[in-house]
């Protein structure tokens, strides 16, 4: 089984900045998380879930939304099996609930319905 645990989020004002990590425990069942896709999906008030930015499982190449390209930078740490979303120039319509998610199938990473596994959510708030 795999549990996905994201942690960073908070209150922060128009045009700063905000870093979320996403911390995964693994059971010796999965010996190929790394190959993973993994993604961050926003669920905004009043909106669907979009999906922001993922890595590919056969590429290993990031993807953006056009919403958050050139602000958003995804990563992830294969050793210590995180995953990281910088978040920059921070605008009150990034407010939302913050999913990071997994699956090990081959999918459109970008897209919010394609992941298994999910964490419980980080509430990031902007204020203008």
């Known amino acids: 089984q795999l549990q996905l645990v994201e942690s960073g989020g908070g209150l922060v004002q128009r045009g700063g900045t905000l870093r979320l990590s996403c911390a995964a425990s693994?059971?010796?069942?999965?010996?190929?998380?790394?190959?993973?896709?993994i993604g961050w999906i926003r669920q905004a008030p009043g909106k669907v879930r979009e999906g922001l930015a993922c890595?590919?499982?056969?590429?290993?190449?990031?993807y953006y939304s056009d919403s958050v390209k050139g602000r958003f930078t995804i990563s992830r740490d294969n050793t210590n099996n995180t995953m990281n979303l910088q978040i920059d120039s921070l605008k009150p319509e990034d407010t939302g609930i913050y999913y990071c998610a997994a699956t090990p199938a081959t999918v459109t990473c970008l897209s919010p319905w394609a992941y298994d596994y999910w964490g419980q959510g980080a509430q990031v708030t902007v204020s203008s």
């Open positions: 890595i590919g499982s056969t590429d290993g190449r990031p």
């Open positions: 693994i059971s010796a069942s999965i010996s190929d998380f790394n190959k993973y896709a």
